[in-house]
């Protein structure tokens, strides 16, 4: 049995994907794929807390504190546990692969994925690991996006998204037994990461993985939605906090969807002097990648004109991406009428409060 394990990287569709192979496990199972559940959730970032170092625990996975970082490993080691009873289930029932997933694999350090290694040795199986990368303007966009959702601050795009570090950290690691991908949605299996994952991670048959069903997540919302989130969290999670998941946020993104689904609020794009940054603060891992693994961003300028000076900080959304002034009011007065009408629900179903 061959275990192939998806590192990531982050902002690559990675979401989708184990949501859609946790959806579809039963079929998978038929298939000789196991894709087993760890824990409630769809993907196995669980596994992660025991094999890392305290501090990196912190960075990687939000273990804010003792406390929490405590819980984690203890919920680590049970989702190992339940990993052990699962591949010896996958060998009884004849499974040809077990499938794991957890983006923030790809980020982990070296001494952390030794043990990832020597941990996943003892099923005596094939490990492979395989991931997909991103260019760096796009990566950039799209976690800023995700960074607006549950707070205001928004990241330089100077910072490395050290390519050959992660990716040459896994080559050596795991004897060369690595594939990598570009995410660009005109270079994938039919324009969607999950069935480019089926076909050709997995290896399943074109018409096979054609009927597995994908999970959309992590939708995206124009520039004038990233500037709407953004305003409301400097007021409601002011001092640089970031709180994931809460449930106001998650109330005014879905707010935000809403009144883009109806038309009139483009994808948002950078300025092209923050695309040049950002490219530029990774262009050595960039080529290294084109030289060394084969794979090139048709989205990267390969060029190499010298690059502009970064934006200032701390940054606006406007800083990075053009906002209409008045595409935003507008978005702004429909999200407060949305918010009336549901208060006024509310009062005519209950005239007492």
């Known amino acids: 049995m061959r275990i192939v394990v998806h590192a990531g990287m982050?902002?690559?569709?990675?979401?989708?994907?184990?949501?859609?192979?946790?959806?579809?496990?039963?079929?998978?199972?038929?298939?000789?794929?196991?894709y087993p559940a760890l824990t409630k959730h769809p993907q196995h970032v669980f596994l992660l807390p025991v094999l890392l170092d305290p501090d990196e625990a912190r960075t990687l996975l939000n273990a804010y504190n003792a406390?929490?970082?405590?819980?984690?490993?203890?919920?680590?080691?049970?989702?190992?546990?339940?990993?052990?009873?699962?591949?010896?289930?996958?060998?009884?029932?004849?499974?040809?692969?077990?499938?794991?997933?957890?983006e923030q694999i790809l980020g982990m350090r070296t001494a952390s994925a030794e043990r990832l290694r020597e941990r996943l040795?003892?099923?005596?199986?094939?490990?492979?690991?395989?991931?997909y990368l991103r260019a760096p303007a796009g990566h950039y966009l799209s976690s800023t996006q995700q960074a607006l959702k549950f707070g205001h601050v928004i990241r330089s795009p100077t910072t490395e998204l050290t390519y050959k570090s992660k990716v040459g950290k896994f080559m050596r690691l795991f004897d060369g037994k690595v594939r990598v991908r570009v995410f660009e949605r005109d270079r994938l299996t039919g324009g969607d990461v999950v069935r480019d994952f089926l076909e050709v991670f997995l290896g399943l048959p074109p018409?096979?993985?054609?009927?597995?069903?994908?999970?959309r997540d992590n939708e995206s919302v124009s520039a004038e939605g990233m500037a709407l989130l953004q305003e409301f969290h400097r007021v409601a999670l002011p001092g640089g906090q970031r709180r994931v998941g809460n449930p106001l946020s998650r109330a005014l993104l879905a707010l935000i969807q809403a009144e883009e689904a109806q038309g009139d609020f483009p994808r948002p794009v950078l300025h092209p002097h923050v695309r040049a940054v950002a490219e530029a603060a990774n262009r050595r891992d960039v080529l290294w990648l084109r030289d060394e693994m084969g794979l090139s961003f048709a989205e990267f300028d390969y060029t190499g004109s010298p690059p502009p000076e970064p934006p200032p900080e701390p940054l606006d959304v406007a800083d990075i991406c053009p906002v209409d002034p008045a595409r935003l009011a507008r978005l702004r007065a429909r999200v407060l009428l949305a918010l009336l009408s549901e208060r006024k629900a509310l009062l005519a179903a209950d005239p007492a409060d």
């Open 121 to 131: 040795a003892v099923y005596g199986c094939e490990v492979e690991i395989v991931a």
């Open 10 to 34: 982050s902002k690559t569709g990675s979401t989708s994907i184990q949501k859609s192979l946790a959806a579809a496990a039963n079929a998978l199972a038929k298939l000789g794929v196991a």
């Open 207 to 215: 018409e096979v993985a054609a009927v597995i069903p994908t999970v």
């Open 67 to 102: 406390e929490r970082l405590a819980r984690m490993v203890e919920s680590s080691q049970r989702a190992w546990a339940v990993l052990d009873a699962a591949v010896a289930q996958a060998r009884a029932e004849g499974a040809q692969m077990l499938v794991l997933s957890a």
